[in-house]
Protein backbone atom coordinates (compact mmCIF):
# COMPACT_ATOMS: atom_id res chain seq x y z
CA UNK A 1 0.00 0.00 0.00
CA UNK A 2 1.17 3.66 -0.28
CA UNK A 3 -0.89 5.34 2.26
CA UNK A 4 0.50 7.76 4.60
CA UNK A 5 -1.63 9.22 8.18
CA UNK A 6 -1.14 12.50 9.28
CA UNK A 7 -3.30 14.90 11.55
CA UNK A 8 -5.98 16.72 10.18
CA UNK A 9 -5.29 19.42 12.44
CA UNK A 10 -2.98 21.31 15.16
CA UNK A 11 -3.21 24.48 16.58
CA UNK A 12 -0.69 26.65 17.86
CA UNK A 13 -0.14 29.84 19.72
CA UNK A 14 2.80 32.44 17.61
CA UNK A 15 6.24 31.64 19.28
CA UNK A 16 5.30 28.25 20.27
CA UNK A 17 6.76 25.03 18.38
CA UNK A 18 4.61 22.28 16.70
CA UNK A 19 5.46 18.95 15.73
CA UNK A 20 3.39 17.28 12.98
CA UNK A 21 3.64 13.66 12.58
CA UNK A 22 3.53 11.06 9.56
CA UNK A 23 3.50 7.76 9.49
CA UNK A 24 3.95 5.24 5.87
CA UNK A 25 3.60 2.52 4.32
CA UNK A 26 7.08 0.83 3.36
CA UNK A 27 6.23 -1.13 0.24
CA UNK A 28 8.54 1.06 -2.44
CA UNK A 29 9.71 3.61 -0.03
CA UNK A 30 12.29 5.87 -0.98
CA UNK A 31 12.07 8.47 1.00
CA UNK A 32 9.71 11.31 2.83
CA UNK A 33 9.20 14.48 1.83
CA UNK A 34 6.93 17.74 3.43
CA UNK A 35 5.39 20.33 1.65
CA UNK A 36 3.50 23.50 2.61
CA UNK A 37 -0.05 24.69 1.04
CA UNK A 38 -1.69 28.36 1.99
CA UNK A 39 -4.83 28.27 1.00
CA UNK A 40 -5.64 29.09 -2.31
CA UNK A 41 -2.13 28.51 -3.64
CA UNK A 42 0.15 25.93 -4.94
CA UNK A 43 2.01 23.61 -2.55
CA UNK A 44 5.80 24.40 -2.13
CA UNK A 45 8.77 22.30 -1.01
CA UNK A 46 10.26 22.22 2.73
CA UNK A 47 12.69 19.42 3.03
CA UNK A 48 13.36 15.69 2.34
CA UNK A 49 14.50 12.55 4.50
CA UNK A 50 16.15 9.49 2.38
CA UNK A 51 17.74 8.78 5.76
CA UNK A 52 17.33 8.26 9.28
CA UNK A 53 18.15 11.67 11.25
CA UNK A 54 17.36 15.38 11.52
CA UNK A 55 17.18 17.60 8.44
CA UNK A 56 16.91 21.58 9.46
CA UNK A 57 16.39 24.12 7.66
CA UNK A 58 16.19 27.16 9.55
CA UNK A 59 12.95 26.94 11.68
CA UNK A 60 11.90 23.78 10.70
CA UNK A 61 13.20 20.61 10.68
CA UNK A 62 12.33 17.29 9.50
CA UNK A 63 12.71 13.91 10.85
CA UNK A 64 13.06 10.42 9.57
CA UNK A 65 12.86 6.51 11.16
CA UNK A 66 12.80 4.15 8.49
CA UNK A 67 12.69 1.32 10.97
CA UNK A 68 9.73 3.00 12.52
CA UNK A 69 8.31 4.34 9.25
CA UNK A 70 7.43 7.42 11.13
CA UNK A 71 8.78 10.99 10.00
CA UNK A 72 7.80 14.62 11.65
CA UNK A 73 7.92 18.20 10.84
CA UNK A 74 8.96 20.33 13.66
CA UNK A 75 8.05 24.18 13.18
CA UNK A 76 9.52 26.34 15.75
CA UNK A 77 8.73 30.19 16.60
CA UNK A 78 5.54 29.84 14.84
CA UNK A 79 4.85 32.76 12.85
CA UNK A 80 1.19 33.44 11.99
CA UNK A 81 2.32 33.32 8.24
CA UNK A 82 2.33 29.25 8.94
CA UNK A 83 -0.81 28.88 9.25
CA UNK A 84 -1.06 26.78 6.29
CA UNK A 85 -1.87 22.88 5.27
CA UNK A 86 1.08 20.93 5.51
CA UNK A 87 1.16 17.57 3.48
CA UNK A 88 3.85 14.50 4.35
CA UNK A 89 4.66 13.19 1.29
CA UNK A 90 5.91 9.79 0.19
CA UNK A 91 8.74 9.62 -2.69
CA UNK A 92 8.25 6.25 -4.58
CA UNK A 93 9.68 5.18 -7.76
CA UNK A 94 9.57 8.14 -10.04
CA UNK A 95 6.86 9.47 -8.34
CA UNK A 96 5.45 11.40 -5.02
CA UNK A 97 2.21 10.09 -2.65
CA UNK A 98 0.19 13.07 -1.02
CA UNK A 99 -1.10 12.47 2.31
CA UNK A 100 -4.46 14.09 3.04
CA UNK A 101 -2.29 17.25 4.65
CA UNK A 102 -2.14 18.76 8.43
CA UNK A 103 -3.80 22.02 8.91
CA UNK A 104 -2.02 24.28 11.69
CA UNK A 105 -3.85 27.10 12.82
CA UNK A 106 -1.15 29.79 14.22
CA UNK A 107 -3.39 32.16 16.62
CA UNK A 108 -1.78 35.32 18.27
CA UNK B 1 12.99 34.15 -14.49
CA UNK B 2 12.20 30.00 -14.24
CA UNK B 3 9.36 28.74 -13.32
CA UNK B 4 6.08 26.74 -14.46
CA UNK B 5 2.86 28.48 -15.32
CA UNK B 6 -0.19 27.07 -15.88
CA UNK B 7 -3.64 28.97 -17.62
CA UNK B 8 -5.99 29.69 -17.28
CA UNK B 9 -6.60 30.35 -13.30
CA UNK B 10 -10.17 29.61 -13.87
CA UNK B 11 -11.99 27.78 -16.46
CA UNK B 12 -15.83 27.05 -17.00
CA UNK B 13 -16.82 24.08 -18.63
CA UNK B 14 -20.27 22.86 -20.33
CA UNK B 15 -21.68 19.29 -20.22
CA UNK B 16 -20.19 17.25 -22.55
CA UNK B 17 -17.42 19.46 -23.16
CA UNK B 18 -13.94 18.77 -23.51
CA UNK B 19 -11.54 21.29 -21.66
CA UNK B 20 -7.06 21.74 -21.90
CA UNK B 21 -5.43 22.77 -19.30
CA UNK B 22 -2.20 24.73 -20.23
CA UNK B 23 1.16 23.41 -18.49
CA UNK B 24 4.72 24.95 -19.33
CA UNK B 25 7.87 25.06 -18.02
CA UNK B 26 11.38 26.66 -18.34
CA UNK B 27 13.27 24.91 -15.56
CA UNK B 28 14.53 22.19 -18.00
CA UNK B 29 12.99 19.76 -16.25
CA UNK B 30 12.55 16.07 -17.78
CA UNK B 31 9.48 15.24 -15.69
CA UNK B 32 6.45 16.50 -15.45
CA UNK B 33 3.15 15.93 -13.54
CA UNK B 34 -0.52 16.70 -13.31
CA UNK B 35 -2.32 16.29 -10.17
CA UNK B 36 -6.01 17.05 -8.83
CA UNK B 37 -6.95 18.55 -5.52
CA UNK B 38 -10.37 18.52 -3.96
CA UNK B 39 -11.35 20.49 -1.48
CA UNK B 40 -9.98 19.44 1.79
CA UNK B 41 -7.87 16.89 0.28
CA UNK B 42 -4.42 15.91 -0.67
CA UNK B 43 -3.20 15.95 -4.07
CA UNK B 44 -4.09 12.68 -6.14
CA UNK B 45 -1.80 11.92 -9.44
CA UNK B 46 -3.71 12.05 -12.90
CA UNK B 47 -0.68 11.39 -14.99
CA UNK B 48 2.99 12.35 -15.58
CA UNK B 49 5.60 11.96 -17.98
CA UNK B 50 9.18 11.30 -17.46
CA UNK B 51 10.44 12.11 -21.00
CA UNK B 52 9.15 13.71 -24.36
CA UNK B 53 6.54 11.28 -26.11
CA UNK B 54 6.01 9.09 -23.23
CA UNK B 55 3.74 9.17 -20.03
CA UNK B 56 2.09 6.92 -17.47
CA UNK B 57 -1.26 6.81 -15.78
CA UNK B 58 -1.29 7.84 -12.47
CA UNK B 59 -3.50 6.63 -9.70
CA UNK B 60 -7.01 8.79 -11.37
CA UNK B 61 -6.24 8.49 -15.23
CA UNK B 62 -9.61 7.76 -16.26
CA UNK B 63 -11.83 10.87 -17.88
CA UNK B 64 -8.62 12.21 -18.83
CA UNK B 65 -5.80 12.20 -21.57
CA UNK B 66 -2.63 14.64 -21.89
CA UNK B 67 0.20 14.66 -24.36
CA UNK B 68 4.34 15.37 -23.86
CA UNK B 69 5.61 16.97 -27.61
CA UNK B 70 7.80 18.90 -26.19
CA UNK B 71 9.95 18.89 -23.18
CA UNK B 72 8.18 22.48 -21.56
CA UNK B 73 4.83 21.46 -22.34
CA UNK B 74 2.82 19.04 -20.72
CA UNK B 75 -1.39 19.95 -21.35
CA UNK B 76 -3.89 18.13 -19.66
CA UNK B 77 -7.51 17.29 -21.47
CA UNK B 78 -10.39 16.58 -19.18
CA UNK B 79 -12.76 14.76 -21.09
CA UNK B 80 -16.76 14.61 -21.55
CA UNK B 81 -16.22 11.06 -19.76
CA UNK B 82 -15.05 12.65 -16.45
CA UNK B 83 -18.29 13.14 -14.62
CA UNK B 84 -16.69 14.96 -11.89
CA UNK B 85 -14.65 17.40 -12.90
CA UNK B 86 -14.62 20.05 -10.53
CA UNK B 87 -11.25 20.47 -8.54
CA UNK B 88 -8.28 22.33 -8.36
CA UNK B 89 -5.90 21.25 -11.20
CA UNK B 90 -1.94 21.39 -10.52
CA UNK B 91 1.02 20.91 -12.52
CA UNK B 92 4.49 19.98 -11.24
CA UNK B 93 7.94 19.03 -12.83
CA UNK B 94 11.02 17.64 -11.41
CA UNK B 95 14.45 16.29 -12.43
CA UNK B 96 13.95 12.69 -13.22
CA UNK B 97 14.65 11.68 -9.37
CA UNK B 98 11.45 13.53 -8.55
CA UNK B 99 12.66 14.33 -4.79
CA UNK B 100 11.64 17.54 -5.35
CA UNK B 101 8.63 18.84 -7.23
CA UNK B 102 8.01 22.60 -8.34
CA UNK B 103 4.60 23.19 -9.00
CA UNK B 104 2.63 26.13 -10.83
CA UNK B 105 0.06 28.16 -9.55
CA UNK B 106 -3.05 26.12 -10.17
CA UNK B 107 -6.10 26.06 -12.37
CA UNK B 108 -9.58 25.99 -10.80
CA UNK B 109 -12.06 23.77 -13.17
CA UNK B 110 -15.96 24.59 -12.71
CA UNK B 111 -18.95 23.10 -14.42
CA UNK B 112 -21.48 25.23 -15.68
Known amino acids: GQSLEQPSEVTAVEGAIVQINCTYQTSGFYGLSWYQQHDGGAPTFLSY????GLEETGRFSSFLSRSDSYGYLLLQELQMKDSASYFCVRRGFQKLVFGTGTRLLVSP | DGGITQSPKYLFRKEGQNVTLSCEQN?????MYWYRQDPGQGLRLIYY???????QKGDIAEGYSVSREKKESFPLTVTSAQKNPTAFYLC???????????FGPGTRLLVL
Open chain 2, 27 to 31: LNHDA
Open chain 1, 49 to 52: NALD
Open chain 2, 92 to 102: ASSTGTAETQY
Open chain 2, 49 to 55: SQIVNDF
